[in-house]
């Protein structure tokens, strides 16, 4: 069975309406066929980890973890899948999802931390590897966007960026109007702007990009 990534013209032939190459291995893994679960599980993960791996960032070692932890999460929302795209399209965007869970726990933690750490001893911290990768490419403060926005503009940023969902594709997923998915992209590029416009080195690092 060929590998079926979102955004392909594979997966948009088969989320045109007509098949749906694991929907018949769900209905079966949601009947509590163990065989179907497992190989239902080596379908979906290798695409899962890739979406968790791009929400992450690179160097980070709970990478597996959250893909699995997607990967139980999605079996659990099977009974909940009305055929919103494919199922598929389904799992990655719960690897999407419990990804941007982990940046914001993440986030969460450190901020905590940073409340107890001493001033002097912030004012000689050195930059953080994706403070360094800030300086060449978007991509570090796009994952920050993921934790600090609230999660319908986190989840449909997450879905444009990383799974290269299309208006009309996040509407359907979200199951809300395409205006209120364009609203919510809009709101999403407009943080990223002022982000962007607050750096220097960002500021400049999109000026060469153009």
């Not at 291995?25 to 980890?49: C, N, W, Y």
């Not at 973890?65 to 055929?83: K, M, N, P, Q």
């Not at 419990?98 to 000689?124: H, Q």
């Amino acid at each position: 069975m060929p590998h079926l990534i979102p955004g392909s013209r594979a997966a948009d032939a088969v989320s045109g309406g007509r098949r749906d190459e694991l929907l018949g291995l769900a209905d079966a893994v949601k009947a509590g066929d163990e065989s179907a679960l497992r190989t239902f599980l080596s379908a979906i993960v290798p695409h899962q980890m890739r979406v968790v791996r791009r929400v992450l960032g690179p160097g980070r070692i709970d990478v597996e973890d959250v893909a699995y932890e997607a990967a139980y999460a999605t079996i659990d929302g099977l009974s909940r899948f009305r055929g919103e795209g494919t199922v598929l399209h389904f799992a990655c965007r719960v690897a999407a999802l419990v990804a941007m869970n982990a940046r914001r726990a993440e986030a969460t933690k450190k901020r905590a931390a940073t409340r107890t750490e001493d001033s002097a001893e912030l004012a000689s911290e050195a930059p953080s590897p994706e403070d360094v990768a800030g300086s060449t490419s978007l991509a570090p403060i796009v994952r920050e966007l993921f934790s600090s926005l609230s999660q319908p503009l986190a989840e449909a940023l997450a879905l444009h960026v990383v799974l290269g969902y299309t208006v009309a594709e996040i509407a359907e997923a979200a199951s809300v109007p395409e205006e209120t998915v364009r609203s919510r992209l809009r709101l999403a590029k407009q943080a990223l702007r002022k982000r962007v416009l607050s750096h220097p080195v960002l500021r400049e690092a999109v000026g060469s990009e153009r």
